[in-house]
């Protein structure tokens, strides 16, 4: 049930943009994103409901396809900031979060 | 509005020994979970607690480990007769519980060390 991550890694300069995507082989209720830097705590970025909609940070888009149970996130025109592991958690109904291995992402200057 | 927040920050161990983690969620959120994080991976869903009923535990949680929840409130995890697999970096999050977002807020989480 453990959602797989794509790509495994990325590094881009800042201002540049990438997507990186979350796949699940069952139905899902909802994805969760969160970005982890080293050594602290994952840091909610969005949710995205079967359905439509979707809810986090102002800054941050991410899509929902739920034909084919896959979610992917944008990077857009990063910033240094935007460095760390990303996962998605998903939701398959049952209050309970399973994430995927996570996207690392390095923004260089 | 504080965030969620967890006892001891680290904690090392000797095999054999048991070790206590306490979590204080954000005061209005009704549900509180645990997960374990290894190095490389994502958290690991251990189990979840609705105010004070625990609902569900993951067959990683063997019975060395029990979690509490008394009166709703903060929760602990314990941990008996520790083993060096139990290193790990344990995580507790909390939501509000209501309404179709349910959006989980992490501590810094307990980083165990078993030797």
Known sequence: QQPVQSPQAVILREGEDAVINCSSSKALYSVHWYRQKHGEAPVFLMILLKGGEQKGHDKISASFNEKKQQSSLYLTASQLSYSGTYFCGSDYGNNRLAFGKGNQVVVIP | ?115
């Open chain 2, 1 to 115: 509005d504080t965030g969620v927040s967890q006892d001891p920050r680290h904690k090392i161990t000797k095999r054999g020994q048991n070790v206590t983690f306490r979590c204080d969620p954000i005061s209005e959120h009704n549900r509180l979970y645990w997960y374990r994080q290894t190095l490389g991976q994502g958290p690991e869903f251990l189990t979840y607690f609705q105010n004070e009923a625990q609902l569900e535990k993951s067959r990683l949680l063997s019975d060395r480990f029990s979690a509490e929840r008394p009166k709703g409130s903060f929760s602990t995890l314990e941990i008996q007769r520790t083993e060096q697999g139990d290193s790990a970096m344990y995580l507790c999050a909390s939501s509000f519980g209501q309404g179709a977002f349910n959006e989980q807020f992490f501590g810094p989480g307990t980083r165990l060390t078993v030797l």
